[in-house]
């Protein structure tokens, strides 16, 4: 099974539909799925997995939580002020949901829901984390925003990982970063030349 199938079938939200292929060798795959692993509760989507001048490049895409409009759903209205003519109205914020599709979502605070433009309540894989961020947006959420020091910092582990694993093997003796094309090799691999073509184990 090739690494991109390997981690739609255990994280089957968190490749973005723009990842086609993860754009590296394979001595670095044991790297990608530790990050996979490490921020699959984090509601982050993967947009790019590359090596780029012998680094490892992970671009991640976050719940791209904003209120986006005022509207009225089904009896319910967005932000501060609630018509009271409407009976039973209740405060809603719409949000994009990168995580989901990404998608047009609302949360209500006062009954602790989320639910689609149609007010059919649904889940988000995240709901801590997007209470916390709307919090941040509306000042409307009960909720501690959490911090996404966290996401960086496993990427910026990942990047450093990479910095001394030969891409072709990921063997860590005999590492070096050079060559024609800058690529962190093991002597082995750097050698043989072949190491980016190899096909998956
Ligand atoms: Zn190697």
Redesign the pocket.
Known sequence: MNIEDKIKEKYPYLLSDQVARIGCGK?WHKIVLEVCEKIKYYGAKIEQIKEKFGSLRIYVDHHNCSRILLKSVDGRKDGVKVDPNVPGAEVLIQFHDNARKPSICCYLPESDKFVDIHGKEIEVIDPEFVKGRLAQLTGLVDAEPRTEETLSEVIAWAEKEADIT?E????KENVTRGGDWIKV??D??RSKKR?YDEDED
């Open positions: 001595g030969c072709g093997c990921g063997t090799l093991c082995k691999c190491w």
